[in-house]
């Protein structure tokens, strides 16, 4: 393991930045020079704490209140769960036509492409859903182009997970030429954190088949703070625009990290000098272990009544939970 003094990580791939990640709470807080209480956070999480380098230098040593670190640690507070908080919270087991496809919405279909994630934060429900089972293999996968080729009705797919940006671009490459022969898909969008959190997965090789595919790329970065966009994350999603690829961004409001107004209009301003898009500001899903990261509704429009009155209307997220059984997210009005 490189130690965690050495800037060497600016150098790597992000495979080696993939392997090089630090999976101690005791190695964070060593690195971060912070001494916390041992009742404050938790060894051996059933959720394990994983954090890649490119993200770790973005968060501040000495800062216990750091908002990119209070996305990554586990923290005690994850014990205390208030009981409407479960493992399952969208019922998700319950809509997938084929192993590993979603099809909840009209005109748009979602595949858990990886069952990994270059990060664990720690508000995820992916924190308890077997996605690794529903990984698709290379069977499954002609399975879902099958279905899909059968649903006219269907002109959207969206890769997500886990992230779909660990799949290698071999892979990626494939998918998008397999979905390139069926005439109704028209657009392929990527759902992924990874150009946050290791911004050198824009490969040349993912850029190769970006530019390569007839379909029109969008995709959805996941990005909570402005700390979190770098100059080299800006860098990066300049070559994805280069590339041709609409540039979006979600966030999930959480508490301590960005419930504010401030916060959420800084967010916005800053995406969008690097070309992105405010997209949805998500309520927390309602998953077990998550409950300290939960605004209530009326904070919530409060906040969002303030970032309305603060900003262009094309830099204001559309505020929106997803609620089991509906048609699309439900939109929260102010
Ligand atoms: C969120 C979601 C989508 C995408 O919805 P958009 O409103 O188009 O972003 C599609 N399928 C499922 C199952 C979803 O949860
Ligand atoms: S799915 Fe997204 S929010 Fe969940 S752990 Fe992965 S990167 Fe984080």
Redesign the pocket.
Known sequence: MIPLSDQSWQHQSWQESLSSSLLKVEDLLAYLELDLPPSQWLEKPDFPLFVPRPYLSRIEKGNAKDPLLLQVLPLTSELHDSQEFSKDP?N?SS?TPRKGL????RG???IIASGTCAINCRYCFRRHFPYQEQQPDRNAWEAIFDYIARQPSIS?V?L?GGDPLTLNDTRLSWIASELAKIPHISRLRVHSRLPIVIPQRISPSLLDWIEATPLQIVM?IHCNHPNELDEQVALYLQKLRHAGVSLLNQSVLLAGINDSAEVIISLSEKLFEMDVLP??LHMLDKVSGASHFEVSSNAARKIYQQVIAGLPGYLVPKLVM?RPGTG??TLILP
Do not use: G, M, Q
């Open positions: 969208l998700e809509f979603l099809h909840k919405y748009r279909v979602l959207e969206i997500s959805v997209y949805y997803d699309s997210k």
